[in-house]
């Protein structure tokens, strides 16, 4: 599924915490970027489903549900081959091997400051 | 027979040193019989289950902690195979404790299942032994078995307890880490952010003194509170016992786990305003919170005055107003604010379903 990424992507954060999605949703927004969020991975490839311009995806590791966030990354590489993926957590650290290709991994907290320069 | 003449002769007619042997004899007998009563009534009277069997399996003895445990009476259970007290799926098991036993060996705290008469299961731990003639030679087993189903019960109750607590601080860091990253921006100094942060920290701490779990249930069941406990508890700080200028009106529900920390920093928000602006800042002030249940939505009306004083609306969004958004936004609600004359009203819309989570 093909898509044009826009220079300044819309943005979609997961994460099943509500105040550090609301953290990183704020701060986003206040730097400019259109953004979306999703608690859970079902409710993010519904997002991904309605909203075409999103072209980056922040997304936690442990997230209750079937899918955690590994798997949705490899869902999303697989289905959305131009999106940015971003993986965070605080608990695991995936290997390489566990990855998705093209995958920046950042450890929790996020550093807000750095993370828009990422996401363009 | 001469001799004999010349032993001295007891009423009894049995010489003294005949009679004295007869008389331990008698004795140690007599203390063997007692010992062995004694330990017959130990090992009839206690809790435990205790039986033996031979090396066939069949059991020989049974005392009454067994039937208390297993359900079956001595006379339905001796001359019987011990297969009648183990559940089909773990007969195996008894192949391997009766070739250990032949081996001599012992068989210590083996936790197990066991099956009573009633078909019913119970948690067991059972302590083997061999039990060997005086020459050395293994007739059987003895067997104590002990019910663990409470201890087990307790341990299963405080793994999850422990599970529990484990996910609720994890949840707390998360929420003290969102906190402090949505309070970041436009932060007016480190002293302020300070105060801020910790008047909002301590009203998650006081909603989550509303959701501990019941320790003294039995099952340990998800903490839920209700709607006015938690208007209550996060009012409280606000005003004096008895304030009259709060009053707390309508129905109420329960809330769940989920949603008590946004309800929490939502109405610390409502009510930090009110201080600072509002109804509580002035001593004729008035709040009043009413809520009300329609169409699977809850819908609260908190309306302030100040005594005829008109109370001033923000000339900017601060943190405040994003936390509420971001909060309204998790609970997928709507919150709507009219600035009237004579003071402010707002009106929270969630959806039951969210509230009960």
Redesign the interface.
């Known amino acids: 599924m093909d898509q044009e990424i826009p220079e300044r992507a819309s943005v979609l954060i997961v994460d099943d915490?509500?105040?550090?999605?609301?953290?990183?949703?704020?701060?986003l927004q206040?730097q400019g970027f259109e953004v979306f969020?999703a608690e859970s991975a079902s409710e993010a490839l519904q997002m991904l489903q309605a909203h075409h311009q999103i072209g980056v995806v922040v997304t936690d590791i442990q997230m209750p549900g079937s899918m955690d966030g590994l798997a949705l990354a490899r869902l999303i590489r697989d289905s959305y081959p131009p999106i940015r993926l971003i993986i965070a957590s605080g608990a695991i650290r995936p290997t390489e091997a566990e990855l998705p290709r093209d995958t920046v991994f950042l450890s929790?907290?996020i550093d807000?400051d750095g993370l828009p320069s990422l996401l363009r | 027979m001469q001799r004999m003449t010349e032993f001295r002769s007891s009423p009894s007619g049995l010489p003294d040193s005949l009679r004295a042997i007869v008389e331990r004899e008698t004795a140690s007998r007599r203390a063997a019989a007692e010992a062995n009563a004694w330990l017959a009534s130990i090992v009839e009277n206690t809790d435990d289950a205790i039986l033996s069997k031979d090396l066939n399996g069949i059991i020989t003895s049974w005392n009454r902690g067994a039937t208390r445990l297993f359900g079956f009476e001595p006379e339905d259970a001796i001359g019987h195979h011990i297969t009648i007290i183990i559940p089909r799926e773990r007969w195996p098991e008894e192949d391997e404790i009766i070739a250990r036993i032949r081996r001599g060996e012992s068989v210590d705290h083996f936790e197990t299942v066991r099956q009573r008469k009633d078909a019913s299961f119970v948690d067991v731990a059972l302590t083997i032994s061999p039990v060997r003639t005086e020459g050395g030679e293994i007739l059987g087993a003895s067997k104590i078995a002990r019910d663990i189903s409470s201890a087990k019960r307790d341990a299963e109750r405080q793994e999850l307890l422990l599970r529990e607590m484990n996910h609720r601080i994890k949840?707390l860091f998360?929420?003290v880490?969102?906190?402090i990253?949505?309070s970041?921006?436009g932060a007016d100094s480190a002293d302020a952010l300070a105060d801020d942060l910790t008047t909002r920290v301590g009203a998650l701490a006081r909603a989550h003194d509303l959701i501990l779990p019941d320790l003294r249930a039995d099952a340990l069941t998800a903490g839920t509170t209700t709607l006015r406990a938690l208007l209550e508890a996060v009012v409280a700080p606000h005003r004096d016992v008895d304030d009259a200028r709060v009053s707390i009106d309508g129905c109420d529900i329960a809330v769940g786990t989920r949603a008590v920390p946004?309800l929490a920093l939502l109405f610390h928000e409502f009510a930090t305003n009110a201080v600072k602006y509002g109804a509580l800042a002035r001593l004729n002030g008035r709040l009043t919170i009413d809520c009300a249940v329609s169409d699977e939505h809850l819908a609260i009306e908190w309306r302030e005055t100040a005594g005829g004083v008109s109370i001033k609306q923000p000339s900017s969004e601060g943190f405040g107003s994003?936390?509420e958004r971001?909060?309204v936004?998790?609970l997928a609600g709507t919150v709507e604010r009219a600035w009237r004359k004579d003071g402010l009203s707002i009106r929270l819309v969630v959806p039951l379903q969210r509230l009960v989570a």
Do not use: C, F, Q, Y
């Open positions: 915490e509500w105040l550090i999605r609301a953290a990183l949703v704020d701060h206040n969020e929790k907290p807000l | 949840n998360a929420m880490t969102g906190l990253s949505l970041r921006r946004s994003r936390l971001a909060t936004r998790n």
